[in-house]
């Protein structure tokens, strides 16, 4: 389809677009900007990405029309990347710009005053704030994040309405600066990719139901939780459990599942570039986490019709599932409710 003309018959300038991230490794929020990316309009934006660190799964799926700028900021908490991001502004000219996850934008909001960009800063919030700081600390980065460097963005958007009454009435972030939009969901990709075809045997193996866990190996999302249930699931009855994802636990899960006696009966084969092809042929899904900000699995796993069981986790969840009604909703931490529930899910097969 061609361009519409403006009234003087010229093509419409398009808006030079920069969108910062930290990195591109396989999360939940580096998947949510390259299907943004993909998505944009060519014909209204020129886009170009600035990483902290360019490398990481999701790099090859960053369109190649797209420039990538790489600002080798290998360390946390680098504060030379403001001045690299800074230049990149000044050198680059954008018409706006748009961060994604704390830290980028923390590095983008300074970055901007420094550079003095004069464009709209939008800032995306995609975890919970108070869980992340009462969890892993940082009250200076608190305090410069939330109550001095977000009120001075064009807008924020938050992916779901928990973050946006808790940047509003726990931070003083301004309401009218924040507005609720989800991460996008491809979900025409999401089942095309999960007819690929089965990768691994226990998926095709009809006698033996299979659950599926998935996200980064991580304090937050809590899969000790789904492992502990899963052993009391598996003592009643023969079920297998898949845990998709990487990180800095997994050490600890493959501890407590060889302690636990379920080495037979789990597999945690790693980070996945077609998680959905497992997702599709898994007869339960199940998120665990301690806090989430959103929970884009869980609609990925509802895209693929599969039933859905998670913790009541502030934030996300309970958006999203109504429960008994599109899934199922246990307290956080709770292993014998949430045995309970995997247990019902595989025993009520109308249930989803």
């Excluded at 108070?130 to 892993?136: D, I, K």
């Excluded at 609720?180 to 999960?194: E, F, G, S, W």
């Excluded at 899934?327 to 949430?338: C, K, N, R």
Aim: charged fraction near 20%; charge should be neutral.
């Amino acid at each position: 389809m061609s361009e519409s003309l403006s009234p003087t018959g010229e093509s419409p300038k398009k808006i030079r677009l920069l969108t910062i991230i930290p990195g591109l490794g396989g999360g939940g929020a580096e998947r949510a900007l390259v299907n943004l990316l993909r998505h944009l309009d060519g014909g209204r934006f020129q886009v170009q990405l600035a990483a902290f660190e360019a490398t990481g799964p999701f790099r090859r799926e960053v369109p190649v029309e797209i420039p990538v700028h790489d600002l080798n900021g290998r360390r946390q908490y680098d504060v030379r990347l403001v001045v690299r991001l800074a230049r990149l502004l000044h050198s680059e000219r954008p018409d706006a710009v748009l961060s994604v996850m704390r830290y980028a934008n923390v590095v983008a909001l300074l970055a901007a005053r420094l550079s003095r960009f004069n464009g709209p800063v939008i800032v995306n919030e995609q975890n919970n704030p108070s869980a992340e700081f009462e969890q892993f600390g940082g009250r200076w980065f608190k305090s410069l994040a939330l109550r001095y460097l977000y009120p001075r963005a064009g807008k924020i958007t938050a992916i779901s309405q928990g973050i946006a009454t808790e940047l509003a009435s726990r931070w003083g972030v301004p309401g009218d600066k924040v507005v609720v939009i989800p991460n996008p969901v491809d979900v025409a990709q999401i089942r095309h990719l999960a007819q690929e075809p089965s990768p691994h045997p226990w998926l095709t193996d009809k006698q033996i139901p299979v659950i599926i866990g998935v996200g980064r190996l991580h304090p937050q999302k809590d899969f000790g939780l789904l492992v502990r249930a899963f052993r009391l699931v598996r003592n009643a009855q023969a079920t297998r459990l898949i845990i998709l994802g990487e990180g800095p636990e997994r050490d600890l899960l493959e501890n407590e599942v060889q302690q636990l006696g379920l080495a037979s009966d789990v597999l945690l084969p790693g980070f996945q570039d077609n998680p959905f092809a497992w997702m599709g042929r898994a007869d339960a899904f199940v998120l665990s986490s301690r806090y989430e900000g959103f929970g884009n699995v869980i609609v990925e796993a509802m895209a693929l019709g599969r039933p859905v069981i998670a913790t009541n986790c502030p934030f996300g969840p309970g958006e999203i599932i109504g429960d008994n009604v599109s899934g199922l909703l246990v307290p956080v931490g709770d292993e014998q409710a949430l045995a309970r529930a995997i247990t019902r899910v595989l025993n009520e097969p109308n249930l989803s």
